[in-house]
């Protein structure tokens, strides 16, 4: 088969120029996080610098060290902020998408100002949203215009935080969580008759959900609690965000809700479902794929945000720190790359918790396919 | 009654995409010493143009870079996406959908992470400071979401057509010139608009990779800003007018931009 | 293999004897901070014709894309001719521990630059023997500004002592000043913090602190915490999302009544209010540190293995000269480093603070570079944000030890 050797060999560039520049880099970048760079600043930026084999210890520090409060934040905010994130632009793009979907006029203008924001850089909407967002400017100022008296919505200046929790606790949660989510892959997996799967799955949950209720509980990983929580600060930067990628989602569900045959539609009309009824169990399901489509783009944007955090709050704001911005800051303005390099391996280990799972599904459908 | 709401809804909205926007304008327009928070929604008057001028010249000589870039890395991408999702969609061989995963995997690496390792890669290749060097780092790292967006496209293309072809006499290549790209207008679409953007408006790698001669004009936005005492009108108008081609490339291809989209990520 | 060397020397001498060659200068500064390098390379190409000057600036607040973009490419081999950088410990601890920059000793020698600067000075950039910068300009960052009108319709002078401010502070809030005291961002509250650190510690404890001599822990130090709550009582609540101009900005408009930063606010205040300095507003030493001046220093240094040395080193000659300081200082709102430079070139706040460099003790900034090698201050931002979270100084103080060993302060030594 001349052909399918072509087809591999097209290919092969791109997996070679993958292979090299991400998992080489990753492999480097994985080798420096088990030394010490940065730690002796004799060797930092020497030409040739000579590091120390340090195993875990950067990750260690991390995630127990008492300095590396603001990481620990980091992965907080960034959990929250890709959650909103991720609910707000599919949900807003839902939205606008079926309110232009079902307008008879001014099609093309609501769509080209709906997705406008696209086009700026992250930098210059930081920056226009931060003035807004400031308590004694922009948005708050926007009703004397009108006469009214003015908002006092905090902004960025707000240092408070909701659905606290202690850092100790946190292994607890989330073997409450895992085990959770392993009842209900169980549970699934009863349904569609795999009794292994099922068995593994109520096993392990189990497993797991004992250890938390004896163990998990006493588990001290810091010897002090530390708070952490959703700061409300992250509210204005999900904002900016959000602002600037609805106009993708919207047009990601426009373009499937004119994808949806209308017979299907008008069957479902004839058969007597409301509106809501068809949209619940129609329109949405069908909408599923996009959604999933949109999901990781907009998580892969979520999980990198550094320019849009650093034009609203700068490097040193801890409210709306994320992963990023702390990497940047310890490797260069603090020199301790291995540390930096650290927390890029962390990244990638929290996205590949999300979506190896989602690709072995993906690929298992094919094959079955 | 339901239209007047809808519309109203609409109109709600549109304003609230078109606020910031507004800002951006009405302050590139003021003087620097009239920029100030408590009069941030006042109209100029009367409007200062000189930010707009100011700003182009300093583009001007950096804008040259930003087109090149942009257009000859948009165009690698996809034809180099085209054929991977070509690959991957209709000749599927043992550890294809690994390699695609582990491809669409590496989306994902922040570009703070890699900064140094490209850096040094790049220069024992002898590719640093080159305009081409920084199209080559733009389109291998575009490689992921641009094989992504033709792979789903591809794969609604029925294979029955594939097949036709190949009864015919065509091969592997026959085929993607016969049969597929006649159909992949609104993939192109797609991934143009998409890779457009991006690398337009990257800055990251632009400032690192680059030395002046071959800079694009995302490192003369920030120069824009200046250091210590920001005058804001400057940043504000080279915004603007960074803005335009994108923007441009909107509104000319965003009816395309639909149907690709329609085709491509229906099946996710 | 021979006949290389030999082209390769040709070239060499033949570059050497035309004078010619290129110079790479990489800095941050563009904007306003543009006119006054491009001044001072307009004089030099007069001073060497055949040199093609490359200006790399790489713009970003306070050099945070420069530094990146520096440390990438001396981590990769390929430094600049010469960069600028902040003089003392932000240079030593990071560049010249690893032994990437060349002792310039014997150009200040030459050069006469130990009589020309002051001792304070080249005490702050030495390090082992050696002498690792040229100072271009100076900044103070221990300044406190208002408006002389604004105070006298209040009817308060400016405080001496952080109790007079307190108690000043105190007596405009019943006036209905709601904010006396004019706050920015997080690197503003440092700024902040460092001025009253070395009111409370005096001079000798604020360098003690650096040397390794003085414990973050002590009591003393936790005082500057304790005052420096206290100070943070009678500044605005929205400071996290001003900037520091936005902060100069609420003095200018009455709404506060001071502002404590660097003397680039003079240049914001001047060049783009359009204020007169003296008249319009005014400027005092920040309350308790009368007579001690915190400087802060852009500096050039030469990297080993720079491409055009005899280039840069001339750029450094210049950069060090009467003629190039008070070419540069007048354009940028700083003042020279050096004692003999020019007063009636700049205005009355480069005046009364060239004065003050004359004749003041001199202490090195915290935040911008002189005293701690980056490794602290790259985290002493989380420290402030712990203190900003807490309002804790016991906190923040154990943070701040705890920050100071990791990263060895002290121990690197004079």
């Keep these: ?369 | 009654m339901g239209r007047a709401l809808l519309y109203g809804f609409l109109l709600l909205m549109a304003g609230f995409f078109l606020l910031p926007v507004y800002l951006v304008v009405l302050t590139a327009l003021k003087e620097p010493a009239r920029i100030t928070l408590e009069t941030v929604w006042q109209w100029p008057h009367p409007p200062y143009w000189e930010s707009f001028r100011t700003a182009w010249e300093a583009f001007r000589p950096k804008f040259q870079n930003s087109v090149v870039l942009a257009v000859s890395a948009t165009l690698l991408s996809a034809l180099v996406g085209s054929l991977n999702g070509y690959v991957l969609a209709k000749w599927p061989f043992r550890g294809s959908g690994l390699l695609f995963a582990l491809i669409l995997f590496g989306m994902f690496i922040p570009y703070q992470s890699i900064l140094i390792p490209l850096f040094q890669f790049m220069k024992s290749i002898g590719l640093y400071g080159s305009l081409f060097g920084l199209v080559l780092v733009h389109v291998i790292y575009g490689i992921p979401i641009v094989t992504l967006i033709f792979r789903n496209y591809y794969s609604e293309i029925p294979d029955e057509l594939v097949e036709a072809a190949r009864i015919d006499g065509a091969g592997f290549f026959g085929i993607f010139r016969h049969v597929i790209l006649p159909l992949s207008v609104p993939a192109f679409v797609v991934v143009a608009i998409w890779q457009f953007t991006q690398i337009w408006n990257e800055f990251l790698f632009a400032v690192t990779l680059t030395r002046p001669e071959s800079q694009p004009i995302t490192v003369a936005l920030a120069q824009l800003a200046g250091g210590e005492a920001v005058k804001w009108n400057l940043p504000m108008a080279g915004a603007i007018l960074a803005a335009l081609p994108t923007l441009l490339v909107y509104i000319l291809l965003g009816r395309y931009f639909l149907r690709g989209l329609l085709a491509g990520s229906v099946k996710g | 293999m021979r006949k290389w060397l030999l082209a390769i020397g040709m070239v060499l001498g033949l570059s050497a004897l035309a004078q010619g060659g290129k110079l790479e200068i990489f800095s941050w500064w563009a904007g306003d901070e543009g006119p006054a390098l491009e001044a001072l390379i307009r004089l030099y190409k007069q001073k060497y014709p055949g040199v093609e000057v490359i200006n790399a600036t790489v713009t970003g607040g306070a050099g945070v894309n420069a530094r990146a973009v520096l440390k990438t490419r001396m981590l990769g081999g390929d430094p600049p001719d010469t960069f600028q950088v902040h003089a003392g410990m932000e240079l030593i601890g990071t560049w010249v521990v690893a032994n990437r920059m060349e002792d310039l000793s014997a150009l200040f020698r030459q050069e006469g630059w130990l009589q020309a600067f002051p001792k304070g000075l080249i005490d702050l950039i030495s390090y082992k023997g050696g002498i690792w910068s040229v100072p271009v300009n100076i900044h103070r960052s221990n300044v406190m500004w208002y408006l002389p009108a604004k105070l006298k319709e209040w009817g308060v002078n400016p405080p001496r002592t952080w109790d007079e401010f307190l108690a000043t502070c105190q007596t405009l809030k019943q006036k209905g000043l709601e904010a006396p005291l004019a706050l920015g961002e997080n690197w503003t509250q440092q700024h902040l913090w460092e001025s009253v650190a070395l009111a409370v510690l005096g001079p000798d404890d604020w360098n003690n602190l650096w040397n390794g001599k003085l414990k973050f822990t002590d009591p003393k130090a936790v005082r500057a915490w304790e005052v420096f709550g206290r100070v943070l009582d009678c500044a605005n609540k929205d400071a996290a999302g001003l900037s520091w101009q936005q902060a100069v900005d609420r003095v200018v408009q009455g709404k506060a009544a001071f502002n404590v930063m660097g003397d680039w606010a003079a240049g914001y205040m001047t060049t783009t209010l359009k204020l007169k300095p003296g008249t319009d507003f005014a400027w005092a030493p920040s309350p308790g540190t009368q007579g001690v001046f915190m400087m802060l220093s852009d500096s050039f240094g030469l990297p080993k293995g720079a491409k055009n040395r005899q280039n840069a080193i001339n750029w450094l000659r210049l950069v060090g000269s009467k003629e190039g300081q008070d070419t540069f200082n007048p354009l940028k709102g700083s003042i020279a480093a050096r004692l003999d430079s020019d007063p009636s070139k700049y205005n009355a706040y480069g005046q009364s603070a060239m004065k003050d460099w004359r004749s003041n003790r001199i202490v090195g900034s915290l935040v911008h570079g002189a005293v701690a090698p980056e490794s602290f201050m790259s985290q002493f931002g989380t420290v402030m944000e712990i203190f900003l979270q807490t309002r804790n100084p016991q906190a923040a103080a154990n943070a701040a030890q705890a920050i100071a060993d990791q990263v060895g302060l002290g121990r690197l030594g004079q």
């Design chain 1, 1 to 369: 088969m001349r052909d399918r050797i072509l087809a591999f060999l097209v290919l092969l560039p791109s997996v070679l120029a993958v292979g090299v520049f991400v998992y080489g880099f990753i492999g480097q970048n994985l080798w420096v996080s088990l030394t010490d760079w940065g730690k002796d600043p004799a060797q930092a930026l020497a030409l040739r610098p000579e590091l120390r084999f340090v195993g875990l210890e950067n990750y260690r520090e991390l995630f127990t060290g008492f300095v590396d409060v603001r990481f620990r934040q980091s992965v907080v905010n960034l959990i929250f902020f890709t959650l909103f994130f991720m609910a707000g632009s599919l949900g807003l793009g839902l939205l606008l998408a079926l309110a232009v979907d079902k307008a008879p006029r001014g099609e093309g203008f609501f769509r080209t100002v709906f997705l406008f924001p696209m086009a700026l850089s992250f930098v210059v909407t930081g920056t226009i949203w931060r003035w807004l967002l400031q308590p004694q400017g922009g948005v708050n100022v926007l009703p004397t215009l009108f006469g009214l008296p003015p908002l006092s919505f905090p902004g960025l200046a707000t240092r408070e935080q909701v659905l606290v929790f202690d850092w100790n606790r946190l292994p607890f949660y989330t073997a409450l969580v895992v085990g959770l989510v392993l009842l209900y892959v169980a549970y699934a997996a009863y349904r569609e008759g795999e009794r292994r799967r099922a068995l593994w799955g109520l096993a392990s949950a189990g497993v797991l959900l004992l250890w938390a209720f004896a163990f998990g509980r006493g588990l001290r990983l810091l010897p002090y609690p530390e708070v952490h929580g959703f700061s409300l600060a992250l509210v204005g930067v999900i904002l900016a965000a959000v602002w600037q990628m609805s106009g993708y989602t919207m047009a990601l569900y426009l373009a499937g809700l004119r994808g949806i045959p209308v017979e299907v539609l008008e069957a479902a009309r004839v058969d007597g479902a409301s509106e809501w009824q068809l949209f619940r169990r129609v329109i949405f399901p069908m909408l599923a794929p996009i959604t999933l489509s949109a999901m990781i783009v907009l998580g892969h944007i979520a999980l990198k945000i550094f320019d849009l955090v650093f034009a609203m709050a700068g490097l040193d704001y801890a409210p709306t720190d994320v992963p990023a911005i702390y990497m940047y800051l310890l490797a260069f303005r603090g020199n301790q790359f291995a540390k930096g390099a650290a927390i890029g391996i962390l990244l990638l280990l929290l996205v590949a918790v999300v979506v190896v799972p989602y690709l072995a599904t993906q690929l298992r459908k094919e094959v079955r396919r």
